[in-house]
């Protein structure tokens, strides 16, 4: 069983940056594969990120190319996601995911609790 902690969201200003962070325990993530996800206000939750184990084979939706950058630490037993030039529509409440197998942007077993990202324009 893995726990999933997120934390570094906030209120930050269209065009501003801030850096997820997703704390695990349980047991390691080295085999895991990491991702992120968002839900806004009366919309569906949607897939933004994933990253493999050893931090290659990114994927990202297309609305955060070019400006999100996942990434991951297996030491730290924690995964990352630097926004940058956020925009209002990024404004939504951000999980952190895991699972095993492969890359993909479904069927995730781990589910973080979620921290919340506003982007004021």
């Known amino acids: 069983q893995v726990q999933l902690v997120e934390s570094g969201g906030g209120l930050v200003q269209a065009g501003g940056s801030l850096r997820l962070s997703c704390a695990a325990s349980?047991?390691?993530?080295?085999?895991?594969?990491m991702a992120w996800f968002r839900q806004a206000p009366g919309k569906e939750r949607e897939f933004v990120a994933t990253i493999s184990w050893i931090g290659g084979n990114n994927n990202y939706a297309d609305s955060v190319k070019g400006r999100f950058t996942i990434s991951r630490d297996n030491a730290k037993n924690t995964a990352y996601l630097q926004m940058n030039s956020l925009k209002p529509e990024d404004t939504a409440v951000y999980y952190c995911?895991?699972?095993?197998?492969?890359?993909?942007?479904?069927?995730?077993?781990?589910w973080g609790q979620g921290t919340q990202v506003t982007v004021s324009s």
């Open positions: 995911a895991a699972k095993m197998g492969v890359v993909s942007n479904r069927n995730y077993d781990y």
């Open positions: 349980g047991r390691t993530i080295s085999t895991l594969i």
